[in-house]
């Protein structure tokens, strides 16, 4: 392989550098370079993008990667070849792992498998509490230094609110993102889907916006008043955004620090009618909730009050999610298929620009974790993404690279397909 | 009226999907062969030879009862398999217990389940006709089809413009979710009463009123129908105590006086006594309970006869 690389006659969209225009993207070693010498050139392996957009990988802040302890559903591995095939490059991998992420020994773990079989860039995060209970701090500062990203107790929201706010307080003093999943479990007990029509019909137990309005608001509040870096993952309730909306201005007033949101690509594609067949594809949480909520969201990243999208990847094997419906386990997979769904009902369904979704799974998300990722600007790191818009594709079991493949688009066609993907320079997707 | 349309449906997971036309033909079918339940030899041979598995995952032992008769009234060979007895279903999935139920040469499948949606779940796994005798909170379409058979008896045939309540824990309730879809099919002026944690406002979408006042619930109706109220760990946050709910919505003496003089009291059992009901009207002359348990017979035979024959078009055209 030749250590300079140009990628030729593409749609170089870069939305960080504000730059779209059809021109060659030059690669020396693992770097974006704005030129190659005239015999670097020479020595250049040329690849013809004609046709092709060429944006900077994508960046997911909220992936689980199940390893260690659930490989059955995904490794380290499985996980970042699934998310180089949706044009990823960096992910960062939710610490509600078997054991949980808790302690500085689990991180270097998980550290060292990434470096051993992780083909994008994978950055954890460590739990907030022990054993993500809830009820005792997690060594924070231990988990930093071994290099987590930021904290969060990964698909469980610490529902004590004064261990919450000792633990975005302590936090705080590293610098670190807290991220959350808002839920009120009191709300939620024994709950499936979102309350309303559809959970009515199907006699299913419903989850109302409230159970995640109030951890939304409480969380909104707690970082007001204690300067913390809060994200809050997978919003799904309009009126949490109106709540997301009021103290996004005050902390502004304050000069404090960002409260920011993600939003997944299912909740931006899909509504609680999708229900209506008992699909456990689709049992999700936050629940997928009314066509105005959805809509909502769609207006949230346009006005940004949601700063990105998110896959929230939770895969699961075959036989956990083919169950009864009350039976089955929270989440779908994402990664594979998260550009081209929020190309079809953003882009295509003409709410956004190209631009704007690229930005929104690119620097946007990068800019929370504070890492220079997501951008093509000289000199970044050589990760990047080659799509075909024109193309469609349809998604098949057998062409997953995740392990699971708990998705409800499986069997549709989708718009809009990644063909290359590039980390550090090196091919780690080549659509064949 | 409608008039009865041919039956054309391998399984019955539900009332929601079903035309006006197919719950004539039920009600038709089912009134034939209760004409036949008072003769000496109540046994047909309509499913001789065919064996039907009673599926129950979740005790009850009145529907269960049930429809072992009404199978065995039609000469059907009747297997029950209790989910919490049977070693078969122990640890095993629903998938797995349906395959072995299918591949000991099951003609049918009658369902009841705790988890909604798994009647039409087991409908998708296998080959068999499956019936569906109460999926969680989802449906219980031979109980709303009983329910409607005996206000027909009572308050005639055609059941248009017809006010109809249902009161007490509704939310809960997949008796009250196939009765909904059955009665409003049929052209029933339906309320949905009892405490607002219980009958939340968002029923007004499926085509009926909401109300959490007993005396415009109850009045000029021509039938009120009863659900059994528990406080058990399910309902326990929704209202404060039996003895609160019986003073705020219980049937009794005076309120059922809001309703019409010769409207009918309905309950699919079993009755909490002196809850939601006062006993002296659960034995009165307007009470249509034992009535109900008696109908209850003759659509389960009606029901799994139209399922059965399904399977027999089926192996004719093969
Ligand atoms: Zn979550
Ligand atoms: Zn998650």
Redesign the pocket.
């Known amino acids: 392989m030749s250590e300079y690389l140009c990628i030729k006659g593409g749609r170089i969209i870069d939305p960080a550098n504000d730059r779209d225009e059809v021109a060659d993207l030059y690669v020396k070693g693992d770097k974006i370079v704005g030129a190659l010498s005239e015999s670097e050139l020479k020595e250049a392996s040329i690849v013809d993008a004609t046709g092709k957009i060429v944006c900077p990988g994508f960046v997911d802040l909220?992936t689980?990667l199940r390893e260690p302890g659930d490989t059955s559903k995904e490794t380290i591995g499985s996980g970042t070849m699934a998310a180089a095939a949706g044009g990823f490059t960096t992910v960062v991998c939710?610490p509600?792992t078997k054991p949980p992420a808790d302690n500085a020994g689990t991180i270097q773990l998980i550290l060292d498998a990434i470096e051993r079989t992780a083909v994008i860039n994978v950055l954890p995060t460590g739990c907030l509490t022990a054993e993500r209970e809830g009820e005792k701090l997690a060594p924070i500062g231990s988990l930093e230094k071994a290099g987590v990203v930021a904290v969060t107790d990964?698909?469980h929201c610490i529902q004590n609110t004064e261990i919450m706010r000792r633990a975005v307080e302590y936090a705080t003093m590293f610098d670190l993102p807290i991220f959350d999943?808002c839920e009120d479990a009191s709300l939620t007990d024994g709950c499936v889907m979102h309350e309303g029509e559809w959970s009515l019909k199907l006699g299913l137990r419903g989850m109302p916006r409230a159970a995640e309005d109030i951890m939304v608001a409480r969380n909104a509040i707690l970082a007001e008043q204690t300067g913390a870096r809060m994200h809050l993952?997978?919003i799904a309730s309009a009126s949490a955004l109106d709540v997301i909306r009021w103290s996004q201005k005050r902390i502004e007033e304050k000069q404090g620090a960002r409260l920011t949101a993600e939003v997944t690509p299912h909740h931006l594609a899909f509504t609680h009618e999708h229900l209506a067949g008992y699909d456990t594809h689709f049992k999700v949480v936050p629940p997928l909730r009314t066509e105005d909520d959805r809509q909502a969201l769609i207006n949230g990243l346009l006005d940004g009050t949601i700063e990105c999208i998110a896959t929230?990847h939770?895969p699961h094997t075959e036989i956990q999610k083919d169950h009864e419906f009350d039976y089955a386990p929270f989440?779908m997979n994402g990664l594979e298929t998260a550009f081209s769904v929020c190309y079809d009902v953003l882009v295509k369904a003409g709410h956004a620009s190209l631009n704007q979704l690229i930005g929104w799974m690119t620097y946007k998300p990068a800019a929370i974790i504070n890492r220079p990722k997501g951008t093509l600007s000289e000199g970044s790191s050589a990760d990047f993404t080659l799509i075909d818009l024109e193309a469609t594709w349809e998604v098949t079991e057998e062409g997953f690279r995740s392990l699971s493949h708990n998705s409800p688009w499986l069997g549709q066609t989708l718009p809009a397909q990644v063909t290359r993907t590039y980390y550090r320079g090196e091919l780690v997707y080549s659509l064949s | 009226m409608t008039k009865p349309t041919p039956w054309k449906r391998k399984h019955l997971t539900g009332i929601e999907h079903l035309e006006p036309g197919e719950l004539e033909t039920i009600f038709e079918t089912a009134e034939s062969f209760k004409a036949t339940l008072t003769r000496s030899n109540k046994k047909l041979p309509s499913l001789r030879g065919s064996t039907i598995v009673n599926l129950f995952m979740e005790p009850s032992t009145r529907t269960r009862i049930a429809f072992e008769i009404a199978a065995t009234r039609l000469s059907a060979d009747v297997i029950t398999v209790s989910g919490n007895a049977s070693s078969l279903v122990k640890g095993e999935s629903l998938r797995d217990t349906a395959m072995n139920i299918q591949a000991l040469n099951a003609d049918m499948i009658i369902i009841r389940h705790s988890a909604a949606g798994s009647a039409k779940y087991l409908s998708e796994i296998i080959d068999i006709p499956v019936v569906n005798a109460g999926d969680g909170a989802h449906e219980h379409p031979t109980q709303a089809l009983l329910d409607a058979f005996t206000m027909r008896e009572h308050l005639g045939k055609d059941l248009r413009g017809k006010k109809v309540t249902i009161l007490g824990d509704i939310l809960f309730s997949r008796v009250a979710r196939s009765n909904i879809w059955a009665l409003t099919k049929l052209g029933v002026d339906l309320t949905l009463a009892g405490p607002s944690t219980l009958v939340p406002k968002e029923f007004e979408k499926f085509g009926v009123k909401v109300s959490h006042k007993l005396k415009p619930a109850l009045a000029d109706a021509d039938a009120v129908m009863l659900l059994r109220i528990q406080h058990e760990r399910q309902t326990s946050t929704h209202f404060p105590s039996l003895g609160e709910y019986t003073s705020m919505f219980g049937l009794n003496q005076l309120r059922a006086g809001y309703l019409k003089p010769d409207a009918i009291i309905m309950h699919p059992g079993p009755i909490n006594r002196g809850v939601e009901l006062d006993s002296k009207l659960a034995d009165s002359g307007r009470s249509v309970i034992l009535e109900q348990v008696t109908n209850g017979i003759a659509i389960r035979m009606a029901v799994l006869y139209l399922c059965g024959s399904y399977k027999d078009q089926k192996k004719g055209k093969a």
Do not use: Y
């Open positions: 909220h689980h939710m509600n990964g698909g999943h993952q997978h929230a939770a989440g």
